[in-house]
Structure formats: C-alpha cells, structure tokens
C-alpha cells in the first residue's frame, strides 16, 4: 500500500456511513480514517493492536490532537491517508497525518487533493487501569528504527 | 419521561452525527436511539448495564432484530422511542420499539408521525466468555412484574 | 473479490471504531458492513450511488431487514460480507447477506466462522421528495440479468 | 440547562454506541458530544440549524480544532459539555468547549472530573457550494452579543 519513496498510505472508501446531511463526511468521521491508518500502520511491522492488548496488557489512546479541514470529502471518494512517526518516546508516538482524494502526486500540503492535515499524539497506557506505560523493548526497537527525529 | 398510561419513552434529539449524505437519519443509527430507550427502560428499575457488567459479571447482547423503516426522521427531529418487554425468559427479553416524530398520540401502527417500528431479542451472557447464562433472581422478578405475555 | 462459483463478496477489517465496551462488534455497525457490500456490488455492474443521485435524481434506502446474530466479531478481524440479490422489483431489490469471519469456505447457515445473517429490502426513492420511483432501466435490466428468482 | 453564572453546558449520557473495546469512550465520538452542545447553544438563540440550511442556504462547517484528551469518559457516565464563543467574526465563530464528568464545580482546567478540552473553529459556508460566506445580520446581532473578546 506503500509507494517505495513515500509516506505510509493506506485506502479507504467514503460510504453513506461516514457522510451526514450537508452531504459531506461528517466531520468526526475523519479520526475514524486517521486511525484506521495508523492501525495498518503500526500491522505493516507485524503487530495487531488487538494482540498488543491481549499478550501484552496494553493498548494506545489519543492524548491529543490538532485537526485542520481543508476540503470536504464526498459520498464514493477514494481517501488516501497518509501516516508519518514524527517522534516516538518510550510511552507516546506522535503522527503527522494527511487525508487526500485520490492518489497522492507530492506530500504537500499545497496539494489541490489535500482535505485534512492532523497531528495526534498516541499514548501507551496499561490495559487494567488505563496509567501511562512504557512500550516494550521489542516494539520501540522497530519503531525507532523508523523514526524521523 | 413515561406517560403514565402509555408505553415507556425515551426522547432523542437527530443531530449532524445521524444524518446521512440522503439528509435523513443513517439506518444503522435508528439501532442506537433503540438502544438508549432499552437502556433508560433498565435504568427505570434501577439498574445500570455498566453496574451489572462490573458486579455481576454479564451483558446484555442482541440475538436478532427486525427493523420496518416507515418514514425518515431528519436532522432536529425531536424522536420520541418505546420500549415494552414482550416477554422476559431467564436468559433473553424479547422487546417491541417504535420511533416516533414529536409526541405520540396513541402508541399505533397506523400513525402519521410513526417512523420504524422494530422487534429486538436480547439476551444475557457471562462477559468473560460471552456465553448465553441465566439472569440473577433479583433482575428476573423485577422485569417479570412488568412482563406482558 | 468475488471468487467465480460464490456469492459476491467484499472484506471489510474491524477497527477500534467498530467495537463497544464489550469487546465485540456494536450490534449496529455490521448494518455498515452490509452497507459497504451491498454498495460495492452495485459498483460491480458499473454504478456508484453519488453518481446514480446527481446523474438520475435518485438513492436506494432500506425499507425493512431482519438481522441474527450468531457469533461476535472482534477487533482485528477480517471480515467476508456476501451480498445476493434475491428478487428485483421495478422499485425494490431484496438481499440476502452473510459476514463472515475470515474466508468462506462454502456459504453455509451451519459454518463455524458465520458471524451474521441479514434479509435486507432497499427501495429506490426519489431525492426530491424521497417517494418511491421506478429505477431506470438500463439499471433494471443490469440487475435482472442477474437476478436469482 | 445552563447555570445563571457558568457557561453554557449541555448534558449527554454515554452509551453503548459511545465506547469501544478498550472500555472507555472512542476518541472521535467526543466529537458527536462538543457538536451536540454547538447545536444547542445556538438553539438557545432561537436557531435551528435545519431551519437556517432551509431558509438561509447555509450550514457550519468545522474548520479545524484541536483536542486534549485528559480523562476517559466512560459507559454510563453523564457528560456535562460546555460551549463558549470566544469569538465571533462574519463568517466564523472560534468556540473553546470542555467535557465533564458530571456537574461542574468550577469551570476550571485543572478540575478533577474534567475530561476533555477542546477549541474548535467553525465556518459559515453556502449549501450550494460549500464556500465560505457571511453569516446574516441578524445571527450576528445576535451572536456578538454574547462575544467574549
């Protein structure tokens, strides 16, 4: 799913599900995109979050994020969403994502194809009382092998 | 919220979240208010799904349904919902709802403001391995004291 | 997606955004499934909704569906939705669907990875007014060539 | 549903609907609940947003926002959600909004129960096309006159 020179990207089909009246997708709609992207993200180094949590006793919340709308998508649209680890501690990543209609010329944030640009922070937290935890050795080894700063 | 000689009723105001690109509310979204009404039905007696998951170890799942969609409900739509146990066995509750626009009349299938109309089984499993399992005493001889057939 | 001898298929992976409290897929978003099923089979003969909503003036809404939930979905799951359609009336299509977890080794009400199944009847319906309409029919002789009874 | 000295606040059950697997509220879905009280805030003024799409030829449309994610909210929890415009130009309002669990003691950001900030930016666009365009007189008279800076 990944151009060889480009960011992350991974697919995904605007239905009727993720519009509302204005015709539009809704606006709460594009974290759902968002994190489906980081989830494929994150199975293109070999782990399910849903593993993660059951072996290992944790899983990864948003801590915060900004959102910038630029362009709406529509019913059909082909969304190509891209997923960058700006920086990666030992309990949080943080992302810089792009949500785009169609392929994906440049990642630019002039493109004309650019409908949403974010940046989350995910947080690793414990399973059992949701607290900050570190990542295991074994996945910040991966992650930080693909760090950009 | 319950008339006092109609069927319990729970209000939902239609948002942008409900909405489709079609400028009605989304199908799958008339099974949520179905569920805030069967939700606050419980809550009525006393009990709360969160407490009965954490204290008795079970929840509620739905086992069918079946969903007549008569007329859209649109976007600031004051939705009026029912919710009348049928019947109540040890391990499942058989409800009939009705959605309707603005106040109800008469609880009737011929009304003009009657928009879906659903029959929903319920049943109760343990939540460590979602398996069906039989309803504490005290859960079954309140909802029996309202059961219908 | 289809493989030649079955019934149209598409595959869906569940995310965090389709799961609830109870670890399992929320009753109402495999109605989103079956959406996206029934929505890329119609791409199958050619058709996109947005298209066939500016283009002719009309969209399909689901008129009444009866669901069974046999066996829960998880996250991380992969998904297999079929989609047959039953009998297609001037105004109305009648579908039989099925999820199923992982690949479908024969499309059969007794197989282990069933998880739903789902009658849905959708009806065409003008965007004006949202009454019923026939379809046109270049879309009624595409479906009829392919209708099962 | 707003104290005489505090902001104006909305209040919102959580349901089933609202979490996910992990067990707590999925992070878009605190966006259904801030828009929820943007809805009603301006419904206090007298405003539908219906009403104004319908006779005004115009909706709001979120520009970007950004969001920290403090506390998690959890099934059956009653959200209190407050909503003030900081400002108000002719074609978009900046609201700041937070998420409570429960009532609120003092607006404060270091409180307890304080769930979740949020400020979010919101654009007047035509329904035709979607661009950008000035809201009426009479919302504005209206509006800023509750304007804050």
Redesign the interface.
């Known amino acids: 799913m990944t151009a060889s020179s480009g960011p992350f990207t991974w697919k995904a ?1 605007v ?3 993720d ?6 997708v ?4 594009y ?2 995109f968002l ?2 992207a980081r ?1 494929e993200w994150l199975r293109s180094f070999g782990f ?4 993660l ?1 059951r072996e290992q006793g944790f ?1 990864f ?9 630029k362009r ?1 998508a ?3 649209d082909e969304l190509h969403i891209t997923c960058v680890a700006h920086t990666c501690r030992s309990a949080s990543i943080r992302f810089a994502q792009r949500v785009y209609r169609g392929p994906i010329v440049m990642d630019d944030p002039a493109a004309e194809n650019l409908l949403v640009e974010a940046q989350v922070r995910v947080g690793c937290v414990d ?1 059992k009382d ?1 607290r900050p935890r570190r990542m295991p050795d074994f996945l910040l080894n991966v992650l930080s092998s693909k760090e950009l700063s």
Chains 1, 2, 3, 4 share one sequence.
């Open positions: 089909r239905y009727w599900e519009t509302d009246g204005g015709g539009i809704y606006y709460a709609n974290l759902k994190e489906r989830t399910s979050q849903d593993q949590a899983v919340t948003v801590v915060n994020l900004t959102v910038d709308y709406p529509k019913l059909d399973c949701m």
